[in-house]
């Protein structure tokens, strides 16, 4: 009541605005009706308990997904939706954070291809040898039409929509950049105050001054690092969504990774570099174009601007004049620094995969002993990288020393001239000048005034220097963004061109036959069993070269049941019959018929040699599948141990730590261990047919046909390849490859028929036949080693052996002498040394 009665009686105006809503309203609220206050006395009661209710349901939501989060992550695991797109959870500060991938459309990869594969003659990319369907690798990385048709068609694919979280970012990013900039035109008016008060001998003034120089060092202080952590995060925003992108193409379900190295060749082996450092590199810099190249520019504008109303249009005219000189100058003499980058990231990689190379092949390396070798290679590659950056590095030095005296101090000296217009031509000093004819009168005033304005000119002057140094320093680093540009835009064009097999021979040639541009045969999926009609088994060739072909119109079907065997010596393209069914080898001409994919009425293939994945035990018996793939099957980790002991590797759960034990598992399990971790897949995934490429040559015969009877038992249609004849019991029929009098042949026959028991009895007969001759080809091959023994002389005579060589009667002779010395009695050692001199006198 007592701070009432102050409140009335104070004649403060906001208090009397107080007193007046509060009397409006209590005259309101007394003409409101005792039904309308119940109401709403109701209303306020029923919205506190249902915000009580959704806070509580809100937060017990959030702790539910924070537990399902910690449980998903330890697992390694998470959900899948049904538009395809994947939940996971990562670690966040002392709790996990939700993260929502979503694929890539298949319509956004067919709206794309044509910014890929088809580039406009007007970019300088369809005017190649090559046709428009391929990436051309001879454009140069360049400041030119084809740099900007690259960069907006990655642009695209960074900033796929005006709403996206990239365009967020990008726009916080620009108003802080504009904040930036009034904060620097005001930074140069309150340092001319401070000096002018200073000169003055102003302290009130004075001390006010740097009260604000404080306030505003701290808002240019926190807008700085902003700006800088904006740029971090498009930098993030734009890699993750290219490395998305490239790796919906790259592990698409057309094999897209495997065809890039082994068919297509247009990035050799380096994609891994290409997806790794170069990305990074290319949205670091495509982040920092923003802040490099449209900041300077708006602060050029704007500082110009300033300067004109202080210096007036004699000014403006130098500095647009300077700009354009400087900007001449440093164009003429600018090395190639695109082309220069370009080059030396593709080296990079070069020396990189050696190293990779290296480890990947340490203990064949190191049975041979080759180190010496191997580092000749890698001293080699190095000497190839360092030359070539020191000849980049000669370069830059030229370069650094005349961009450095030209943007510091011939731009410090001409701003010096500028300012200074105001002094000594106050006709032509604008509104600088005005203020010195103004101030004539008084010395004093005039001198505080020409200091002020020439601080804030000075600062002016200094903030354009840096902006166009900005902008000249731009130029360089617009050259190294157009050659991570080029290499990031072939890497696309190259996945674009793998995924849509869209190869065509280049212009004014006939394709080869049997090249990625002459694939007309047909892959037919959903085909109950594996059926081939004339196709022709070709090792594919890097295009645009043609493949050779090792086996001329295979033709044989596989139905539910009917066991198939291919054998044949090696190189005859065994391995290639799986690599044609699968899919990673083209169908030149006819027809492939097969399942679709993995599953209970799907195909699997069991590769020569055993991959083993990252991850636990589990993931090594499921891949692959992951966790969550098996939990949606309803299996546990008893189904996994029940198929661990079919393949009798039961004791590798208590062997390794459990199932959800990590270890490189290719070190730690042998040869026969990863064979039957293989054959415990395909007990898993259990499917409809499977294909073992040497599955069973490193496990014993015993447990080779336990693993081929249990997966018969699972009603898995067995396609194997191997040279053992003793897993004809397990099969069917026999596919037979080999070398016939017209070249590459193939056989299918029926094992266990009349037919093939005919043909053991001739290849015994043979072998009899054979044996019969022996003694004949043993006295041929004597009469041949006599006459190569023999040496003439010209004339005809034969000349006589040398008197080392022994006849064969002297042979004979010692022989019967060193029988009978090996069945005497131990002699002495003078009877040795005797009958040793004898041995020696007959020699």
């Known amino acids: 009541m007592a701070v009432q009665s102050t409140l009335r009686a104070s004649n403060d105006p906001l208090v009397t605005l107080y007193n007046h809503y509060l009397a409006k309203f209590r005259s309101r609220l007394r003409r409101t009706t005792r039904t309308t206050r119940l109401l709403a006395t109701i209303s306020l009661i029923l919205s506190i308990i249902s915000s009580s209710y959704g806070f509580s349901r809100w937060w017990r939501n959030r702790r539910e997904e924070k537990e399902r989060g910690k449980r998903l992550h330890r697992r390694n695991s998470g959900l899948r939706g049904k538009d395809g797109s994947r939940t996971i959870y990562v670690p966040y500060k002392s709790s996990t954070a939700k993260v929502i991938i979503h694929p890539t459309k298949p319509t956004t990869f067919d709206a794309h291809r044509r910014l890929f594969l088809n580039p406009p003659r007007a970019a300088g990319l369809g005017n190649n040898e090559l046709t428009p369907q391929v990436p051309p690798p001879q454009t140069k990385p360049g400041l030119n039409l084809a740099f900007l048709h690259q960069f907006l068609s990655l642009l695209s694919i960074m900033m796929p929509r005006w709403n996206s979280k990239e365009t967020g970012l990008l726009v916080s990013h620009g108003g802080f950049l504009m904040l930036r900039t009034y904060l620097s035109l005001v930074v140069a008016r309150l340092d001319g105050e401070i000096v002018r008060d200073l000169v003055a001998g102003n302290?009130?003034?004075?001390?006010?001054?740097?009260?604000?120089?404080?306030?505003?060092?701290?808002?240019?202080?926190?807008?700085?690092?902003?700006?800088?952590?904006?740029?971090?995060?498009?930098?993030?925003?734009?890699?993750?969504?290219?490395?998305?992108?490239?790796?919906?193409?790259?592990?698409?379900?057309?094999?897209?990774?495997?065809?890039?190295?082994?068919?297509?060749?247009?990035?050799?082996?380096?994609?891994?570099?290409?997806?790794?450092?170069?990305?990074?590199?290319?949205?670091?810099?495509?982040?920092?174009?923003?802040?490099?190249?449209?900041?300077?520019?708006?602060?050029?504008?704007?500082?110009?601007?300033?300067?004109?109303?202080?210096?007036?249009?004699?000014?403006?005219?130098?500095?647009?004049?300077?700009?354009?000189l400087t900007a001449t100058i440093l164009r003429r003499l600018s090395p190639p620094f695109g082309k220069l980058k370009a080059v030396e990231a593709r080296r990079e990689g070069e020396f990189r995969a050696l190293h990779a190379r290296l480890i990947a092949n340490a203990e064949e390396v190191a049975f041979y002993g080759g180190s010496s070798m191997e580092k000749l290679f890698l001293d080699k590659g190095f000497k190839e990288l360092k030359g070539w950056m020191e000849g980049i590095y000669s370069l830059k030095i030229r370069y650094n020393m005349l961009e450095d005296f030209v943007l510091k101090y011939s731009w410090s000296a001409f701003g010096y001239l500028i300012t200074s217009l105001p002094v000594f031509l106050p006709a032509w000093g604008g509104l600088g000048g005005v203020l010195e004819l103004a101030d004539s009168a008084e010395r004093g005033r005039r001198e505080r005034g020409r200091m002020k304005e020439f601080i804030t000119n000075k600062r002016l002057m200094l903030s354009l220097a840096d902006a166009g140094g900005r902008m000249m320093y731009s130029i360089k680093d617009l050259s190294e963004l157009a050659g991570y540009t080029s290499r990031i835009y072939t890497l696309i064009s190259t996945l674009h061109r793998v995924h849509a097999n869209a190869y065509a021979p280049p212009r004014g040639t006939h394709p080869d036959i049997f090249s990625l541009s002459d694939v007309q045969g047909t892959i037919q999926k959903g085909f109950d069993g594996v059926r081939l009609e004339h196709v022709p088994v070709v090792a594919p060739s890097l295009f645009p070269h043609g493949g050779d072909e090792l086996l001329d119109m295979l033709s044989f079907i596989v139905r539910p049941g009917e066991h198939l065997l291919i054998s044949g010596p090696n190189g005859v393209g065994k391995s290639a019959v799986a690599r044609i069914v699968a899919g990673l080898w083209p169908v030149y001409r006819g027809l492939v018929s097969r399942p679709r994919s993995i599953g209970m009425d799907g195909i699997m293939f069991l590769p020569q040699r055993p991959y083993l994945s990252i991850g636990t035990l589990r993931d090594q018996v499921i891949y692959p599948h992951s966790e969550i793939d098996m939990r949606d099957t309803g299996r546990g980790d008893r189904d996994l141990q029940r198929v661990l002991e079919e393949v009798r590797l039961g004791y590798l759960a208590d062997r390794e730590g459990g199932w959800d034990c990590r270890k490189e598992w290719k070190d730690v399990l042998s040869g026969g261990e990863k064979q039957r971790m293989a054959m415990a897949r395909l007990m898993y995934h259990e499917p409809r047919y499977a294909f073992l490429d040497e599955g069973t040559s490193a496990v014993s015969s015993d447990v080779e046909g336990l693993l081929y009877e249990t997966a018969k038992a699972k009603g898995i249609t067995l396609i194997t390849i191997s040279?053992?004849?003793?897993?004809?019991?397990?099969?069917?029929?026999?596919?037979?490859?080999?070398?016939?009098?017209?070249?590459?042949?193939?056989?299918?026959?029926?094992?266990?028929?009349?037919?093939?028991?005919?043909?053991?009895?001739?290849?015994?007969?043979?072998?009899?036949?054979?044996?019969?001759?022996?003694?004949?080809?043993?006295?041929?091959?004597?009469?041949?080693?006599?006459?190569?023994?023999?040496?003439?002389?010209?004339g005809g005579d034969e000349l006589p052996p040398p008197p080392y060589i022994v006849e064969p009667e002297d042979q004979d002779q010692d022989q019967d002498l060193e029988r009978d010395l090996d069945q005497k009695p131990e002699a002495q050692p003078e009877q040795d040394l005797s009958s040793a001199e004898d041995v020696g006198e007959v020699d």
Not at 222 to 227: L, P, S
Not at 730 to 751: A, C, E, K, Q, V
């Open 203 to 324: 302290g009130k003034a004075f001390l006010w001054g740097i009260a604000k120089w404080l306030g505003i060092g701290t808002a240019s202080s926190y807008t700085n690092a902003m700006i800088k952590f904006l740029q971090s995060k498009v930098s993030i925003a734009f890699r993750t969504r290219l490395t998305r992108y490239i790796h919906d193409l790259y592990l698409s379900s057309n094999l897209t990774y495997y065809k890039l190295a082994n068919l297509d060749g247009g990035i050799g082996q380096g994609a891994d570099q290409y997806i790794t450092q170069d990305l990074t590199l290319f949205c670091a810099s495509a982040a920092s174009l923003y802040s490099s190249l449209g900041k300077p520019f708006v602060d050029l504008c704007v500082f110009n601007y300033q300067l004109f109303r202080s210096l007036g249009p004699l000014a403006l005219t130098g500095l647009l004049s300077n700009y354009f």
């Open 723 to 794: 040279t053992r004849a003793s897993l004809k019991k397990y099969h069917t029929f026999n596919l037979t490859m080999g070398l016939g009098p017209d070249g590459m042949s193939w056989d299918l026959d029926r094992i266990g028929t009349e037919q093939e028991k005919l043909h053991v009895e001739q290849e015994l007969q043979d072998l009899r036949e054979r044996l019969a001759q022996v003694e004949h080809w043993q006295a041929r091959k004597e009469e041949i080693e006599r006459e190569l023994a023999k040496v003439w002389v010209d």
